[in-house]
């Protein structure tokens, strides 16, 4: 599986993507945090938190006993020049749309 794949993979599950969410939206955040908003336990974010490290969506640093985790901006890069390599696809997409919703209104 690609970088990519992976990254999907990950993301295609609403916790994670939440996770990534309020980590993009707050910075750097210690795990402890991350257990406190969410409605799951402790080891089950570990988990998931896992799962965004090992596809290489976020990043761990240990101070002490404290795990913090942030968002890595690469991984984000890599979705957008993704999305950004098939614009034109989603455009003609949304073009042909837009025309068949004027025909509809048309007739």
């Given at each position: 599986?690609?970088?990519?794949?992976?990254?999907?993979?990950?993301l295609?599950d609403?916790?994670?993507?939440?996770?990534?969410e309020?980590?993009?939206?707050?910075?750097?955040l210690?795990?402890?945090?991350?257990?406190?908003?969410?409605?799951?336990?402790?080891?089950?974010?570990?988990?998931?938190?896992k799962?965004?490290?090992?596809a290489?969506?976020?990043?761990?640093?240990a101070?002490?006993?404290?795990?913090?985790?942030v968002v890595?901006?690469e991984?984000?890069?890599?979705?957008s020049?993704?999305?950004?390599?098939?614009?034109?696809?989603?455009?003609?997409g949304?073009?042909?749309?837009?025309?068949?919703?004027?025909?509809e209104?048309?007739?």
């Amino acid at each position: 599986m690609n970088e990519l794949s992976h990254i999907f993979s990950a993301l295609s599950d609403q916790t994670r993507l939440d996770i990534v969410e309020r980590l993009m939206a707050s910075g750097e955040l210690p795990a402890g945090e991350l257990v406190d908003r969410a409605n799951i336990s402790g080891p089950a974010i570990s988990r998931h938190l896992k799962v965004l490290r090992e596809a290489g969506i976020v990043q761990q640093r240990a101070e002490g006993t404290k795990r913090f985790y942030v968002v890595r901006p690469e991984a984000l890069q890599t979705i957008s020049n993704w999305t950004m390599d098939h614009r034109s696809f989603w455009e003609a997409g949304l073009d042909r749309l837009e025309a068949a919703l004027a025909a509809e209104e048309g007739m």
